[in-house]
């Protein structure tokens, strides 16, 4: 998959920059509620589906195809969603002393490193994936150009790294990611084989800067997130989506172009129609999928408010 520029002519542009918003603000449900959308297809992009049957299989591929996107609610039951969240925050509660100190620690069962020293054990993401127990990595910012100044986004959050080796109870919850079937449905959808590669968790709490819509990459790669709490309004940051952006390669160059001319991130996502921008509110245990190389972001939390995902991360073989 390559950015296409070359076939995009004057009238081309001039369209996409008409038709497009280019505020990164997501509309407030309690003033606009979030309508029940469909894109390019007469099959929706939620579904009540708790396994991974035939059925279930081809809504999914079918909605990622037309949509980039698929929402299953409460694809886990209420009570073993809410012990998966249990074992999850027990462990951030034991490495909150070191965190506090703004220093790594090893707790046993999982490795505590501070994002932004120098020192940290794990230099990169190569080598949290591959760090023999789980990485708790609290995050210190990423800096990303926004209104000609480098901000700090995303400071933080904390990233669990293959959170599933905490415990044997955890991993058999979430043993469905590495079910053949779901990454079959996901890459039926792009016409790709694909395999479930790593998991992970982010715990995001009163996380009020986060980076706007992007891209992880140009790869086929998607991920599958599943909330541990309810997120039924943007207060809570909810993870957000813009429906249809994985298959448009027009929207895509042009953005390419504009952070190109602007000095953003070659992935950064800037002009996306409002009402492809969608908000994922859901109850917990629910389950989202998404091709990454479609525009998506986590929105703004506001304080007080914590939203804890399992992450699948899915991509090609």
Aim: proline fraction near 4%; hydrophobic fraction near 35%; aromatic fraction near 8%.
């Amino acid at each position: 998959m390559t950015i296409k520029v070359s076939n995009l002519s004057a009238v081309d542009l001039e369209n996409i920059l008409l038709n497009h918003f280019n505020s990164l603000q997501l509309r407030s449900p309690e003033n606009k509620p979030l309508p029940d959308y469909q894109h390019d297809s007469s099959v929706p992009y939620r579904y009540s589906h708790n396994s991974l049957n035939q059925e279930a299989q081809r809504d999914i591929t079918n909605s990622m195809r037309a949509n980039g996107i698929v929402i299953l609610e409460r694809f886990l039951d209420a009570t073993t969603t809410d012990r998966a969240r249990e074992i999850i925050e027990n462990v951030v509660e034991d490495a909150r002393p070191a965190i506090s100190r703004n220093e790594h620690a090893d707790l046993g069962n999982a490795v505590l490193q501070i994002g932004d020293r120098e020192d940290k054990p794990y230099k990169n993401y190569a080598e949290l994936v591959t760090a023999n127990k789980p990485v708790i990595n609290y995050r210190g910012g990423n800096k990303v150009l926004h209104n000609q100044e480098l901000v700090s986004t995303d400071k933080g959050l904390i990233d669990i790294f293959n959170v599933l080796n905490l415990n044997h109870e955890l991993a058999e919850i979430f043993s469905f990611f590495k079910h053949p079937a779901l990454a079959k449905a996901v890459g039926d959808g792009v016409n790709q084989i694909m395999a479930s590669l790593q998991t992970n968790s982010y715990i995001n709490e009163s996380i009020t800067r986060t980076r706007g819509f992007h891209l992880d990459n140009l790869q086929y790669t998607a991920k599958a997130f599943v909330y541990l709490s309810d997120v039924d309004s943007l207060a809570d940051g909810p993870y957000c989506y813009g429906l249809g952006s994985h298959a448009n390669e027009k929207l895509r160059a042009i953005n390419s172009l504009l952070s190109q001319a602007n000095n953003f991130h070659k992935y950064d996502y800037t002009v996306l129609k409002e009402q492809d921008r969608l908000a994922c509110l859901a109850p917990k245990g629910s389950m989202i999928i998404s091709y990454q190389f479609g525009a998506h972001r986590g929105a703004p939390q506001k304080e007080g408010h914590k939203r804890i995902p399992v992450v699948n991360t899915i991509g090609k073989v």
